[in-house]
């Protein structure tokens, strides 16, 4: 055989090999320790050509798949183009930050996305202030800035016995670091009224969409972001500017805002008018969101590919300050082990954290709880059924935002699934 | 829009003190405020007062923000057809895909909470419905409609749900006055503040 056939056979062989490694590495991430195959180090099979695309603003793997899904059962957007609520996909997960383009999006009604010159764009702070102020973009940014990071939830992010997925369940929730100014800066440079103790926030967009937010709140941590996971926030989160209001309930959040009005009442805005309750109880849990965390792997719809080893992982949140401890039951509920917190919690942001596990290959249901640091304790479903029950009257349904515990039932064959009946 | 009150804010610096004294004598001339706050960065403009009033379309429960202009129940049932309404929210204000704007048949003596969720009638407030017509609707023309149609399709829209009779006109006077039936029917939200509980012995 001449020399030119035998590397002709060699080259044959190497590509069957690489071949292989490439369907192979899309369900066994663990090639090396693959016993059946002749062991081949691996090696890439295709290279990325490079493109201006890629020099200019970096892109994802194609093997990367993970993306945002319409929530709720309405289509986003729908024929007319309009955006409403977008999940994110949790389940994907790694760490404590949502990319900017998987961030959750809700929107009061449909929406079109305000298509926003950043240098058109205007905030005026004016009311029950000594000093009226129109701010450009230019001159927020000049203004003393803070970068945090918080999460926003919306407040009908709950999970229901027909979702299969972490997306479906608890996917109207992200985190990201934001930047911008405090608008207690931008207030005390207004110059508040004593008297005054409410404000309005409203956005550019058609509807107008604007909410009532206490005093107490605008002046504590409240912040006019024009900067999100170090760069502009994104479109659909309100560019070139939006409101947070860390660890309230999502629509506090205006996005692409353009007025601050200080005011002495309770305006009673549309959006306040959904907050509209005569139950004291009900408008108390109204706009705070309460201690919650779920477990992202395993999660519903995941196959674990046998007993073994695996690090649980998820995130616990709270709308009332840092996550101070998070626990894991792997018995339904009946025992409960402190996690590992993993980094540092900051208030009102996405924690992530773990917890060593064998699985013995036994049915099992697995549980995360979460604890803040003024003690608030995230509920089961059943103590929190229990609270909405009345004599004589089983509540089915958590009112208002439902931080309840998540289940999730691991079956002998190693899928994963919602465990809320 | 209302007086500029005296501001009892403590957050001002001596230097901002000595600064509003000097300038107290020219300030004492022409205005009553003689304490306003004197701003920190001095980034930003000052906006006029037209321009103020052409951007705040928020109004409150007292109407202060209400423009002139008025409108009828007659006028506000043929806008209701010629501005598209119905196509939304159906003919006679259900049955359509955007929200119901008739209150459900409750019986004799309802309670107003049995009405449903429909803003005309639920809103403790009057200025509610005016504010959300004219910043939100009709969808896909927010904002174009005038003072004069937004004051007729908010008194239909009362009078569809009995909340005014036949014939009533509204204006920026007489519409904050109208009593909604759940006037005082509803809570407050509690006091915020930072670092505390949803509900105090909330057990989570």
Redesign the interface.
Same mark, same amino acid.
């Given at each position: 055989m001449s020399q030119k056939k035998t590397d002709r056979r060699e080259f044959l062989k190497r590509s069957a090999a690489l071949a292989g490694a490439v369907g192979l590495g899309a369900a066994k991430p663990a090639l090396g320790q693959d016993h059946e195959h002749t062991p081949v180090a691996p090696e890439p099979g295709a290279f990325i050509r490079g493109s201006d695309e890629m020099t200019a603003y970096g892109s994802r793997s194609r093997f990367v798949n993970s993306v945002r899904i319409p929530h709720g059962g309405r289509e986003s957007p729908d024929a007319f183009g309009l955006d409403f609520h977008i999940a994110t996909p949790l389940q994907d997960s790694v760490g404590e930050i949502t990319p900017s383009s998987l961030h959750y999006m809700g929107t009061t009604r449909g929406s079109f996305v305000p298509d926003i010159d950043p240098d058109e764009h205007r905030l005026?702070v +004016?009311g029950?202030v000594?000093? /009226?102020?129109? *701010?450009?973009m230019e001159?927020l940014k000049?203004? /003393?800035s803070v970068t945090r990071k918080h999460f926003i939830e919306c407040a009908g992010n709950r999970s229901r016995s027909s979702h299969t997925t972490i997306q479906e369940t608890h996917g109207m929730t992200s985190n990201a670091e934001w930047t911008g100014v405090l608008l207690s800066t931008v207030l005390?440079?207004?110059?508040? +009224?004593? &008297?005054a103790d409410w404000v309005?926030a409203?956005g550019v967009e058609?509807?107008?969409g @604007?909410s009532s937010i /206490?005093m107490?709140?605008a002046m &504590?941590?409240c912040l006019l972001c024009y900067g999100m996971n170090g760069e502009p926030v994104r479109p659909q989160q309100g560019f070139p500017l939006r409101l947070l209001a860390p660890g309230f309930e999502g629509i506090f959040n205006v996005k692409w805002l353009?007025?601050i009005?200080v !005011?002495d009442?309770?305006?009673? =805005?549309?959006n306040? *008018?959904g +907050?509209? =309750?005569?139950? /004291? !109880?009900n @408008? @108390?849990?109204?706009?705070?969101i309460? $201690?919650k965390s779920v477990i992202t792997y395993p999660s519903g719809g995941q196959q674990l590919p046998g007993a073994g080893f695996y690090e649980i992982g998820g995130l616990a949140w709270s709308?009332?300050?840092r996550v101070s401890r998070v626990e894991i039951s792997t018995d339904g509920g009946r025992s409960w082990t402190d996690a590992d917190i993993r980094g540092t919690a900051e208030p009102m942001a996405h924690t992530r954290f773990s917890y060593e596990w064998t699985w013995d290959g036994s049915e099992c249901e697995l549980q995360s709880r979460c604890i803040d640091e003024?003690?608030?304790?995230? $509920?089961s479903r059943q103590?929190?059924l229990d *609270?909405w029950s009345t004599d004589g009257e089983r509540a089915t349904f958590v009112k208002g935002q439902d931080?309840s515990i998540q289940p999730w039932r691991v079956a002998r064959d190693g899928s994963v699934h919602n465990a809320i009946s | 829009m209302r007086l500029a009150k005296p501001s009892t804010n403590k957050r001002g610096t001596a230097l901002k003190t000595v600064r509003a004294l000097l300038l107290l004598p020219l300030l004492v001339i022409g205005v009553v405020s003689v304490q306003a706050q004197s701003p920190t960065y001095g980034v930003g403009r000052t906006p006029t007062e037209n321009e103020i009033r052409l951007w705040d379309i928020a109004i409150g429960p007292r109407g202060e923000e209400l423009p002139a202009g008025s409108g009828s129940v007659d006028m506000g049932s043929e806008l209701y057809l010629s501005k598209g309404c119905a196509g939304c929210h159906g003919t006679t204000g259900s049955g359509g895909m955007a929200p119901r704007l008739i209150k459900r048949d409750a019986g004799p003596n309802a309670d107003p909470w049995d009405y449903g969720r429909v803003l005309p009638i639920r809103s403790p407030y009057a200025t509610t419905v005016w504010d959300f017509i004219n910043r939100a609707m009709p969808l896909g023309a927010e904002g174009t409609l005038t003072a004069d149609e937004v004051y007729s399709l908010t008194a239909y829209l009362f009078f569809l749900n009995d909340v005014v009779e036949d014939g009533t006109e509204l204006n920026e006077k007489t519409l904050p006055q109208i009593q909604m039936p759940n006037r005082s029917n509803w809570v407050q939200v509690p006091d915020w503040l930072p670092g505390q509980p949803r509900l105090e012995g909330y057990p989570y």
């Open positions: 005026m +004016h029950m000594d000093n /009226p102020i129109v *701010f450009s001159d000049r203004m /003393p005390k440079e207004a110059g508040v +009224h004593a &008297d309005v409203e058609e509807v107008k @604007a /206490p107490a709140k &504590d941590d353009r007025r009005k !005011v009442e309770y305006y009673m =805005t549309y306040d *008018f +907050h509209l =309750t005569r139950d /004291p !109880v @408008a @108390a849990l109204g706009y705070q309460g $201690p709308g009332g300050g003024i003690g608030q304790i995230q $509920p103590q929190a *609270f931080n | -």
